[in-house]
């Protein structure tokens, strides 16, 4: 992992083929993130959840570009099916790749009702208001931080809003990126620093009572391969 992951940092992956030691047996690959690795005559399935490389050219950042550009359209090549999460993102596929479309399937992603539902117990939601630093009422929003999921201008709609509201809930943005410095900048800008709180990467224990706590759930995005943070909010 630390070499592969050194590699998909420089736009790289792993310079020999995955199947190398196959021992002449053929096997089937599943590629959960897309590009994958390569192979020297294996067939693979992968799941593709976006094209923002190609959409938005500052999404994702740098060499992660680079990887998937390089090397999504090899995975689609030697692929036996591809995995869609929609049916936008089937037709972008498509008309982006010239895949056939009889290899394209879509399957739609899902949330664990037995996580993200109503009645999240009281001590976990008191667990992450109290890991967070969370006091009264608040606005939540969850992604990466990155041009597409449009958080500058989600700080400038919460600006804009009556003195009462801003007062009564802050604004809560949850999530990893490379343009948290850009979107701290706008909070700056705004005078927004005692209202509006950046935490970082939220683990995945801590979003369902998160979104329970929330007064309102708002996902800003330019667009979407699919938007599961609104399903789980829903």
Same mark, same amino acid.
């Given at each position: 992992?630390? $070499? ?22 053929? %096997?089937? =690959? ?25 959409? &938005? ?16 359209? %090899?995975?689609?090549? %030697? ?28 399957? &739609?992603?899902?949330?664990? &009702? ?24 608040? $606005? ?14 989600? $700080? ?12 009564? =809930?802050?604004?809560? $943005? ?32 801590? %979003? ?27």
């Amino acid at each position: 992992d630390f $070499i592969h992951n050194g590699l998909r940092r420089l736009g790289r992956r792993l310079p020999w083929p995955l199947d190398l030691r196959g021992g002449g047996r053929r %096997r089937l =690959y599943f590629f959960p993130d897309g590009a994958g690795a390569s192979l020297r005559d294996s067939p693979c399935v992968p799941v593709v959840f976006d094209l923002d490389f190609l959409r &938005h050219p500052g999404a994702p950042a740098g060499r992660n570009r680079l990887y998937y550009g390089r090397y999504l359209p %090899r995975t689609l090549n %030697r692929a036996a099916r591809v995995v869609v999460i929609s049916e936008a993102m089937r037709a972008e596929l498509l008309g982006a790749f010239g895949v056939p479309p009889e290899k394209v399937a879509v399957v &739609h992603p899902a949330v664990d &009702h037995s996580i993200f539902r109503p009645d999240v117990p009281a001590e976990a939601r008191s667990a992450v208001r109290a890991k967070y630093g969370l006091e009264g009422g608040f $606005i939540y929003s969850l992604g990466v931080l990155e041009s597409r999921k449009n958080f500058p201008r989600l $700080i400038e709609a919460y600006a804009s809003l009556p003195e009462e509201i801003l007062v009564e =809930y802050a604004l809560v $943005i949850g999530g990893p990126g490379g343009r948290a410095k850009e979107i701290a900048g706008t909070i700056r800008r705004r005078g927004l620093e005692d209202r509006v709180r950046l935490l970082g990467s939220v683990d995945e224990a801590d %979003r369902a009572p998160l979104c329970a706590e929330a007064a309102v759930f708002v996902m800003p995005s330019l667009d979407e391969g699919f938007g599961v943070r609104v399903l789980e909010a829903m």
